[in-house]
């Protein structure tokens, strides 16, 4: 079948591998990183020249809008400069920079370092391998809570760090017929979210763009994870019922319902207690505690991201075949 030759699809299925058997190699240069760099210094200069928090909202509005948008730009610029010296040069660059976008391998291998410390005996070392990777405090949580803690990791992060960027990249590739300017646009909404997007001081104003725009972009490709979820189980009514019930609670639009859903498939409850630099912080009991949180279904959530990743890459490369 001649389709399984455009260069989307071969873009979207050398991306998928690449996260999958190679991840982010440490050391290695990330867009990540440029954008990181970007937020600090405009965050940095913001912060010691303006104080008024009008201005720092209207700040917040051209560091979000303008880092998404350049983000895309930039991307569109590497990709195009790539094909025009060569077809494969370009499919490489642009199957490198979109498997930039996905943490796949990332989310995996943070959890299994975590479990093998477990698997061990050395619950002090997993707690301190646990804190790289979570905002909660770590110094104290039992066996129980760090599977916990690891679990609402793995599920929350699902949507935002590798399900919402391969939905962009389809997206992407569908419509314009190039992945990587939305699935960069998108990791920059994220990357801001995560670096600015808090509602306590100081960036309550500078930060609201940025973390209402990342809800409203996460919004439908996590009720399309809840969904594909949901057929996986094979209880699909079921899992609905317990996320219409329960994600609700939630302050954040779609963690909540990524979590949720997980928690639905897998019979197990999230949510609780957590403390955070000394404070704790309430969040809603997600799903029905009909099993204990084990190592088996942390493996089990992140072999049905896996899935949700197959089926969606499944269904792209159908559409793009079809539409070509």
């Not at 990587?180 to 306590?200: C, F, H, I, N, Q």
């Not at 996460?218 to 399309?224: F, M, Q, S, Y």
């Not at 094979?234 to 319902?257: L, Q, T, Y």
């Not at 072999?303 to 159908?318: E, K, P």
């Amino acid at each position: 079948m001649n389709f399984f030759f455009d260069r989307s699809i071969v873009v979207l299925i050398i991306a998928a591998v690449l996260d999958y058997l190679i991840g982010d190699p440490w050391g290695w240069f990330h867009p990540v990183q440029v954008m990181g760099w970007v937020i600090s210094r405009f965050t940095q200069f913001v912060f010691n020249h303006y104080h008024q928090p009008l201005i720092l909202r209207w700040a917040g509005i051209v560091l979000g809008s303008g880092l998404v948008i350049g983000s895309g730009v930039v991307g569109w610029l590497l990709v195009y400069s790539a094909r025009w010296l060569h077809p494969l040069f370009g499919i490489a660059v642009e199957s490198i920079l979109l498997a930039s976008c996905f943490a796949g391998r990332s989310l995996r291998a943070a959890a299994e370092e975590v479990l093998q410390h477990l698997k061990t005996g050395d619950i002090a070392q997993a707690r301190s391998t646990l804190s790289l990777y979570v905002g909660r405090d770590t110094q104290k949580l039992s066996e129980p809570e760090i599977l916990r803690a690891i679990l609402e990791t793995v599920t929350e992060n699902a949507t935002d760090g590798v399900m919402a960027p391969l939905f962009y990249a389809i997206a992407a590739a569908v419509v314009l017929g190039g992945s990587v300017p939305l699935a960069l646009a998108y990791k920059a909404a994220s990357t801001l979210d995560s670096m600015v997007g808090y509602r306590e001081a100081p960036y309550t104003h500078l930060g609201w763009f940025s973390a209402r725009l990342e809800d409203k972009l996460t919004w439908l490709p996590c009720r399309l994870v809840v969904i594909t979820l949901a057929l996986l189980s094979g209880k699909p009514w079921h899992v609905w019922r317990i996320c219409r019930r329960d994600a609700i609670k939630d302050s954040s639009p779609n963690s909540g319902w990524s979590e949720c859903a997980y928690a639905a498939v897998l019979g197990v409850q999230v949510g609780g207690t957590n403390w955070y630099r000394g404070v704790a912080k309430h969040k809603p009991l997600l799903g029905e505690p009909i099993y204990p949180i084990t190592p088996a279904q942390i493996y089990q959530a992140l072999h049905l991201t896996r899935y949700c990743c197959l089926i969606w890459l499944g269904l792209a490369i159908v559409a793009l075949g079809l539409l070509r």
